[in-house]
């Protein structure tokens, strides 16, 4: 079967990688959080991972209204995008990818599946540091990106982004593919993007999450409501909720939280 041997969560703002110089204090917490996410590619290789399997949520920068998936699982040989003057060109893993889309359907989710597609920040900005920490020079993880719509209406329900995770699990242990997989969600924590509470960061929400998922009770939040995580600024945690269930709620090590000026910057390892 295909092993899950290493499952991990992050936030993926623009900052990350671009790294305005809004004040001392958010230049410290941007080095925590690239230290973090080093350790994660640190870990990833520690593992030997060959192939990343990354749950991400699209800005309409990927996509468009004229064709906005719910879900979508990229299927093809090669991946890559740019970003902030960072380029990045990754091998798919189109074998595993094609299993997992087909065993999906099988279960009753009807993901769409893309041969070519164009990474933007909620991809890049992470993978950038993982990739570094990982060193990624003379380590080639093959990376598949899964988009889960996390911001534009109708969105996944959270349940059904758990259940989405219980499914992938499934899917990976009936697979007759050796890989070692390392999953990747990427996303939040509180934020408020695009809206006039831009710069409001609901500390007590984020703590919520991870006292949570630190008691290895991830499957709770399965039963919070879109409008909850709309309300605290949570609406990307969708994509953390999916790789919950394709963990089973495993207890989480939170490697940093940062409460930034705009956002609540977390990093998070479970122990699969």
Not at 111 to 127: A, C, K, Q, T, W
Request: aromatic fraction near 12%.
């Amino acid at each position: 079967m295909a092993r899950i041997v290493g499952a991990f969560a992050t936030s993926h703002t623009p900052q990350i990688l671009v790294q305005p110089k809004i004040s001392e204090e958010f230049t410290r917490q941007l080095q925590e959080v690239h230290k973090a996410l080093m350790e994660v590619g640190r870990r990833i290789r520690e593992a030997n991972a060959d192939t990343l399997i990354v749950f991400g949520s699209d800005h309409m920068e990927t996509f468009w209204l004229n064709n906005y998936p719910q879900l979508l699982l990229f299927t093809g040989t090669e991946i890559g995008g740019k970003f902030a003057g960072v380029e990045l060109k990754l091998p798919g893993n189109p074998d595993l990818a094609k299993e997992l889309l087909y065993g999906l359907i099988d279960y009753g989710f009807d993901v769409s599946f893309s041969l070519e597609l164009e990474l933007d920040h909620p991809y890049i900005s992470p993978l950038y540091w993982i990739l570094k920490g990982a060193q990624h020079d003379s380590y080639q993880p093959k990376v598949v990106p899964f988009h889960i719509n996390s911001n534009v209406d109708p969105r996944i329900k959270p349940r059904r982004a758990y259940e989405l995770g219980a499914a992938i699990r499934t899917v990976l242990e009936n697979s007759k593919r050796p890989n070692r997989v390392a999953l990747i969600a990427t996303g939040g924590l509180s934020h408020y993007v695009g809206t006039p509470y831009y710069g409001k960061v609901d500390v007590e929400a984020d703590n919520f999450l991870i006292e949570k998922m630190k008691a290895g009770k991830g499957y709770e939040l399965a039963d919070l409501t879109t409008d909850w995580l709309d309300e605290h600024g949570e609406f990307e945690f969708r994509t953390w909720l999916t790789l919950l269930g394709a963990v089973n709620s495993a207890p989480a090590e939170i490697l940093t939280y940062q409460r930034a000026w705009h956002a609540g910057y977390c990093v998070a390892a479970f122990k699969v």
